[in-house]
Every structure is written in structure tokens, then in C-alpha cells.
């Protein structure tokens, strides 16, 4: 019998089938591990330790959050509690939200609960985007806590006649069509003081997230690099 080329061998194409499937199931129960360590929310006890989680815990809503270059990774994080210098969360300085900085481990949770409860009944996604999902007709939300025009400079904090940053959020919400900036106006959604308050800390956790500088450009864009 004639020598057949190995390119014509069914064995060879069979074998190949079989180890590019074993290899490619092995890769993707890896990266499943992987990105489930990468994505399961941090808790109160990382925080107070100083352990940096991608998906920090609830209680990050007692922390001031600032957005920073990290010369080490080429782009903007977001630093939780204050900066060491080199692009590292130092976990240490608190900010009032709606007056507390101690607001407990349930309390938040709870709050943050009801917020992503009440954006999916809202649907803000409809017109928003949130951590890369929904629409491109509004702003991206996924910073939008870093926005400086929601800080203590900044234009909305101003026009809503609030003194932080957290009442001018919850004031818009429940109000948008009261104060329009751009073309486009949000419309009101009938989103209530508690609801809004939920959405706030909902917003405020989405910014503590690391998401590799994602929306790329951002902090550059909105001036949220060593924003307040
Ligand atoms: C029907 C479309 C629509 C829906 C639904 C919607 N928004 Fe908006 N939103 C807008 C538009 C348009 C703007 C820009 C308004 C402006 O700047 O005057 C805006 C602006 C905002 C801003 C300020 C933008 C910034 O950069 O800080 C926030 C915060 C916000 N929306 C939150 C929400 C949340 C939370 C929800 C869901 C509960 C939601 N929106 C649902 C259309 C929408």
C-alpha cells in the first residue's frame, strides 16, 4: 500500500480534534476559576485591611474614591480611601455618605441592593451604559461617581443647590427634567428620596470597581484624574 501523506490522514485530523478540545475545556475551566476569583465582591474586613479587590465590598461607600494614573499599569484606577503615590488604594480616608461613614457591612449591602434593583426596574441601561452593557443615547455611568461636575467645583453640585456630592446625584435622579444641561434630557422615571439614595450608592460602588480604565479615556475626557 502507497505511503499516504499525513494531511490526508483521517487519525491525524481525529487526534488533533480530540487534544484541541481537551486543551481548549482545560483553558476555559481555568478562566472560569480565574474570573470568578477576579469578580466575587470583596467585604467589609478587605477594606479595614487594606486588601485591594477588584470588586470592592459594599461598605467602600464609607471611603473617599479618587481616580489616579498607575504608571505601572498605563492607565486610571480608582483609589479607595486615599493614595500611597504609586497608584495604590491606602484604605484609610473616610467620606460622609448621606452623612455617615460608618454605614455597616448589611446596611450597605442592603442599600446597594435596592440601588441595582431599582437601575434594572428603571431601566437606566435602556439609554446608559454600566460596566461596558446598554446603550450609548446618555452618558456612561460606569464613573460617573468620579465625574468632578457632581464635586464641590463642579456645575451639577452647583445647579442643584447641594452640598455634596451624593444629594446633587439623588436630587438630579428624582428630578432630571428640572436640570437640563445638554441637548438631551432625562426624563423623569418617578424614582423616589430612598430609591434614589440606592442608585447613588449603587453608582458610587460601580466607580470603586476596577475595570482595566475602562471607559477608556475617561479620566482624561471628564478631568477625573486627582479629581475631589
Ligand atoms: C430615557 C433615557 C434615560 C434613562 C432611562 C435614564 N437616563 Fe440618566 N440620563 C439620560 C440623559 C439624556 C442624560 C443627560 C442629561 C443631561 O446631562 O442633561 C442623563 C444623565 C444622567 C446622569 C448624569 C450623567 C453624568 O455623567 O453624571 C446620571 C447620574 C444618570 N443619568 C443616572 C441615571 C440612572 C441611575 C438611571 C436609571 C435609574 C437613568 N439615568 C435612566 C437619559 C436617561
Redesign the pocket.
Known amino acids: 500500500m502507497a505511503k499516504k501523506s499525513v494531511w490526508s490522514d483521517n487519525r491525524f485530523w481525529q487526534r488533533s480534534a480530540a487534544w484541541i478540545t481537551g486543551f481548549a475545556s482545560v483553558l476555559l475551566i481555568w478562566l472560569t476559576f480565574d474570573t470568578m476569583a477576579q469578580i466575587t465582591i470583596g467585604t467589609d474586613s478587605d477594606l479595614k485591611n487594606g486588601v485591594t479587590k477588584r470588586v470592592p465590598g459594599p461598605t467602600v461607600i464609607n471611603y473617599k474614591i479618587t481616580y489616579e494614573m498607575s504608571s505601572k499599569r498605563g492607565h486610571e484606577v480608582p483609589i479607595i480611601g486615599g493614595n500611597d503615590g504609586q497608584g495604590m488604594s491606602l484604605f484609610q480616608e473616610k467620606e460622609k455618605f448621606f452623612g455617615r461613614d460608618d454605614w455597616s457591612e448589611e446596611e450597605a449591602t442592603e442599600l446597594l441592593h435596592l440601588g441595582k434593583l431599582?437601575?434594572q426596574v428603571?431601566?437606566?441601561m435602556?439609554?446608559?451604559t454600566l460596566l461596558g452593557n446598554g446603550a450609548y443615547?446618555?452618558?456612561d455611568?460606569t464613573k460617573?461617581w468620579l465625574?468632578p461636575?457632581?464635586g464641590p467645583d463642579g456645575s451639577?453640585q452647583a445647579m442643584t443647590g447641594k452640598n455634596t456630592k451624593e444629594e446633587a446625584?439623588a436630587e438630579?435622579?428624582q428630578n432630571?427634567s428640572k436640570?437640563?444641561?445638554?441637548s438631551?434630557?432625562?426624563?423623569n422615571?418617578g424614582?423616589t428620596a430612598e430609591e434614589a439614595k440606592g442608585?447613588v450608592a449603587?453608582?458610587k460602588h460601580m466607580s470603586s470597581i476596577d475595570t482595566n480604565g475602562f471607559p477608556r479615556n475617561f479620566g482624561k475626557i471628564e478631568g477625573a484624574v486627582h479629581g475631589k
Not at 179 to 182: I, L, M, N, V
Not at 184 to 187: A, E, K, N, Y
Open positions: 431599582g437601575s428603571k431601566n437606566c435602556n439609554c446608559h443615547y446618555a452618558p455611568l460617573a465625574d461636575q457632581w451639577m446625584m438630579f435622579l432630571p436640570y437640563p444641561t445638554h438631551r434630557m432625562m426624563p422615571l424614582i442608585l449603587f453608582l
